[in-house]
């Protein structure tokens, strides 16, 4: 996709330079799971963006880099998240050399982990009262 919709993946969606990022990872981690460490930061801009850090050393084999960036790429273009500077990193290791590169269990597991990370960052819903039901 091209334009600048909500599910797109365009230029302006990334992090792409090193200052940006470190004005990112200068922050706490805002949250961790199995595999991966999420740091975010309030976005200068009415969008978010990704940027993704998986290091040779957690997945020597660039099969499962790639296989990482992908599903963190679609998951973060399906859903919702409000206006900050995300970045996803790789922080331990998710297979060996030795092992396979990828299968569907390893599939599975990484999209579910960075499923629950992602969702930390839907919006916001208002607190408040519930609507009252429309009574015709």
Partial sequence: MTGEGSHDFAR???ILKTDEFSSVFRLRPAQKSAH???YT???PL???RLGIVAAKRFAP???TRNTIKRI???L???NEIQAVDCIIRLARPVNTKAGPATNSALKRLLH???SRLLASQRPRRPAGPAPAPLIS
């Fill in 72 to 74: 963190t790429r679609e």
């Fill in 61 to 63: 084999r660039a099969v």
């Fill in 76 to 78: 973060f273009r399906t």
């Fill in 36 to 38: 991966f460490v999420l």
């Fill in 41 to 43: 930061r309030p976005s």
């Fill in 112 to 114: 579910a982990e960075l």
């Fill in 12 to 14: 302006a969606r990334r």
């Fill in 46 to 48: 009415p969008h978010a």
